[in-house]
């Protein structure tokens, strides 16, 4: 099967392209955000290949996995015909919550997949038929060591995403223990920053931190916290969204209140061995739950479907 798909979540992406089909990212001359064709911080397989958006024509497309509401207009027009499609909704809604109405809420011919329950739960979905497909992540290795006695986060632009990533708190984590933050736009901040690593050094370099803090107030469901938990990172997370489901009491602490993920953090870093044991749970139920082969088959039994 050819699937076109667009280069917009980098982490989803990396496991979808892992599939048994041949992937199309389209490719535009400044790599903007219609175009950026391959990742440059993944290691992708050859069957995601990048094609010139004015070359699209010539390829014999058979469906279509949309994640932006212009990108159906775009497939058209690029295409010059209709194809099958799928819309993956990756975020949580916006806005006045319970009355924030999807942009296909309208449309009953494109099957609406949300990556979590939460989020198919929260948005309104009008008449679009919906279908959850959880996340699926490669299996990086269990990598931890954990020797540094240091909270690692992972969030992308910390400032612009303030109160969203939860980048607010962490300087109440900070008075218990020291951060040292991951991601694209961290520099500057009053923490050890690591700005743009290629997601395998990233992932060792994070594996080497004590406990892994996930700050996020509103996310349906980050990704770098799973990968955390695949490395046998022990977490602390805020209660919110997916997160209570995807954590089990035996991989870390979940809660509303600060001080208690502020005192977790503090009581993982100085017990070096209770939290090597709950990051060996941590990676187990991610594994279970979010392994790339049930994934996949996800992907192929809907896209076979449509």
Same mark, same amino acid.
């Given at each position: 099967?050819?699937i ?6 980098g982490?989803w ?14 490719? &535009? ?6 175009g950026r @064709?391959? %990742? ?7 069957s995601?290949?990048?094609?010139p ?14 994640q ?17 499609? &799928? ?10 919550? *319970? ?5 296909? %809420? ?10 979590t329950h =939460? ?11 919906? $279908? &959850?497909?959880?996340h ?13 006695p240091?909270? @690692?986060?992972?969030?992308?632009? *910390? ?6 990533a ?6 109440? =984590?900070? +008075? $218990?223990?020291?951060?040292? &933050? =991951? ?16 997601q ?7 594996a080497? $931190? ?13 990704? #770098?916290?799973? +990968? ?7 977490v602390? #997370?805020?209660?919110?969204? +997916? ?5 089990? *009491?035996?991989? @870390? ?10 005192d977790?953090l ?5 017990? *070096?061995?209770?939290? $090597?044991?709950?990051?060996?749970? #941590?990676r ?8 790339? %082969?049930r =994934? ?11």
């Open positions: 099967m050819r076109l798909i667009w280069h917009v979540h982490s992406t990396s496991a979808f392209i892992r599939g048994s089909h041949e992937y199309l990212l389209p490719l &535009v001359p400044d790599r903007g955000p219609d @064709g391959r %990742a440059a911080t993944y290691d992708w397989p050859g995601a290949r990048e094609v958006w004015d070359l699209l024509r010539r390829e014999p497309v058979d469906v279509v996995v949309y932006r509401p212009h990108e159906i207009d775009l497939a058209r027009e690029w295409l010059g015909r209709d194809v099958p499609g &799928v819309y993956v909704e990756h975020n949580t809604p916006a806005g006045d919550v *319970p009355r924030t109405r999807h942009p296909l %809420a309208d449309r009953s011919d494109i099957t609406l997949v949300h990556v =939460f989020n198919e739960l929260f948005w309104d979905n009008g008449r679009a038929p919906t $279908r &959850v497909i959880e699926g992540v490669p299996d990086p290795g269990h990598l931890y060591t954990g020797e540094l240091r909270a @690692g986060v992972v969030v992308n632009e *910390p400032v612009r995403r303030t109160r969203v939860g980048t607010d708190l962490l300087p109440r =984590f900070a +008075e $218990r223990v020291p951060l040292d &933050v =991951f991601g694209m736009k961290v520099a500057g901040l009053p923490y050890g920053t690591y700005e743009d690593l290629p395998h050094v990233m992932h060792a370099e994070l080497k $931190r004590r406990v892994y803090l996930h700050p996020y107030r509103w996310t349906s469901l980050g990704l #770098a916290l799973i +990968e955390a938990m695949t490395l046998g990172m022990p602390v #997370a805020l209660a919110a969204t +997916e997160a209570v489901e995807a954590v089990p *009491p035996e991989a @870390g602490v979940l809660s509303t209140k600060v001080h208690v993920l502020a977790a503090h009581a993982y870093a100085e017990d *070096p061995e209770t939290a $090597r044991q709950a990051g060996k749970a #941590a187990a139920a991610a594994l279970s739950r979010y392994g790339l %082969a =994934f996949l088959a996800d992907w192929d039994d809907l896209l076979t479907q449509v």
